[in-house]
């Protein structure tokens, strides 16, 4: 609940600048015959649901091993398509994300480097830092120095706009939605610089 009311004003006001930008777009022609049709399978709905809340439930008692053995004899037993159609190299990259930052940040850290780790300062060098190399390596990075919650999180959020990079989200939708990065720089970056100016301003008031 700390979280979700702490973060709440600023979604709220990214929204509201997202809304502003999308009034001022034009009708581009834009086509959806490209969505593909989507069946429910109830029964693979039903598995995934109660894998996400046993995963979670073990992984916050400790057990990340079990949850793994779980998930993937739940689907083994039910949805095995899903286990063959997974994006098995975007898993593998965040896990090397994960391994990889978090030595370099304790490299960095040894070596007597030292990022902000409160107020403005953090969430411009959080956002900054994610357009160089996205925002999940971002976060990892910076977690070493054991920062203030809020102002990472706002800064990695709103580094995730921006330059294509800042997310890995943002490379999966201009996979599947295929629009160009050009035309997704022309909507992200300004977005960025406005949602960066006016959080910043937001930051400090609080």
Not at 9 to 22: I, Q
Not at 36 to 52: E, R, W, Y
Not at 118 to 133: D, I, K, R
Request: net charge positive.
């Amino acid at each position: 609940m700390e979280f979700t009311s702490s973060m709440l004003p600023f979604v709220s006001l990214w929204l509201a600048v997202l809304f502003a930008f999308a009034l001022r777009i034009k009708d581009r022609g834009l086509s959806t015959e490209w969505v593909p049709s989507v069946t429910l399978k109830k029964a693979l709905l039903g598995v995934s649901l109660v894998s996400l809340i046993a995963d979670v439930l073990l992984i916050r008692t400790g057990r990340p091993a079990l949850a793994l053995m779980f998930t993937s004899l739940a689907f083994l037993l039910v949805g095995r398509e899903v286990l063959r159609k997974f994006d098995w190299a975007l898993v593998l990259t965040f896990v090397f994300i994960f391994v990889d930052f978090n030595e370099l940040a304790f490299l960095l850290k040894d070596a007597g480097l030292q990022f902000p780790r409160e107020g403005s300062e953090l969430f411009l060098v959080s956002a900054v830092l994610s357009q160089l190399f996205s925002n999940v390596p971002a976060t990892v990075l910076l977690l070493a120095g054991k920062p203030e919650w809020l102002p990472l999180s706002l800064g990695v959020n709103v580094g995730g706009n921006g330059f294509v990079i800042g997310s890995l989200a943002n490379l999966i939708a201009l996979r599947i939605a295929r629009v160009s990065v050009k035309d997704f720089h022309r909507i992200s970056i300004p977005y960025f610089s406005v949602t960066l100016l006016l959080s910043g301003v937001l930051l400090a008031l609080f």
